[in-house]
């Protein structure tokens, strides 16, 4: 049982063979797929999606890249979207200081109004984050303070201690193919220690695609590669882990039903 944490099944590469796609993702073990909006525009085709697959779901929300261009999405709208059966998750959100691609306070209220929404509905919050260690783990901390809420650091990058603290706040650790690179020593460290119980994989297809698929479109199919290195890397069974991520993901996405 492989459980494909966040993918963009709607995003170019995947959209045009979807069902393709889907069919060879089934075929080696992938049980579950959560398909991730970016943007509103987005949010009526990753439902569609979600809504024609059972084993597929959907999140809601503004990625940080996008937070100019949506001023109105408020913490209203998130929760009135995030109440559609198959939206088990809010996101992605968060903070990316690396592209700069939307004003940083911007990024910074989004991201807020994202926490809220899951403060409310008890969704966990998807969490992209990237040059931004401090700015995210500060209003992740502040907000934690107020009201608790689950989450997930997805594709995580960040430094050992970003994620000890972000255990600490009591979220879970996304790890994508980028662990296969020959040149992610640094995650590959990180990803040895983490407790099993606070682990998930993901593709971020059609991104990322893990070696030996590196520099193709990425595709759910793909996670069971991802898992293959991690449990080498960990020297845990590679069944046992995949039953451990699967069995977190429901942990944490608890709206979803295996």
Known sequence: M????HCHL??????????????RARARGV????????????WDDVLAVAEANPDVWASVGIHPHDADHHPDVDTAKLVQRAAHPRVIGIGETGLDYYYDKSDRVRQQDSFRRHVHASQVT????????????????ALLGEEMGR???????????????????????GLFISISGIVTFKN????????????QDRLLIETDAPFLAP????????EPAFVADTLAFLANLRDEDTEALGSATSANFYAL???AMP
């Open 184 to 195: 992610a020593a640094d995650l590959q460290a990180t990803a040895k220690w983490l407790p």
């Open 2 to 5: 492989l459980v494909d944490s």
């Open 10 to 23: 709607n995003y170019k590469g995947l959209a045009e063979q979807q069902g393709a796609v889907l069919d």
């Open 253 to 255: 996405f608890n709206k």
């Open 147 to 169: 009201a608790t809420f689950p989450g997930v650091i997805h594709c995580f990058t960040a430094s050992d201690d970003f994620a000890r603290k972000a255990i600490d706040l």
């Open 211 to 218: 070696v030996p698929h590196r520099g193709k479109t990425g």
């Open 122 to 137: 008890g969704l966990p919050i998807i969490v992209h984050t990237r040059d931004a260690e401090d700015d995210t783990l």
């Open 31 to 42: 049980t579950a797929m959560l398909n991730i909006a970016t943007r509103e525009s987005e």
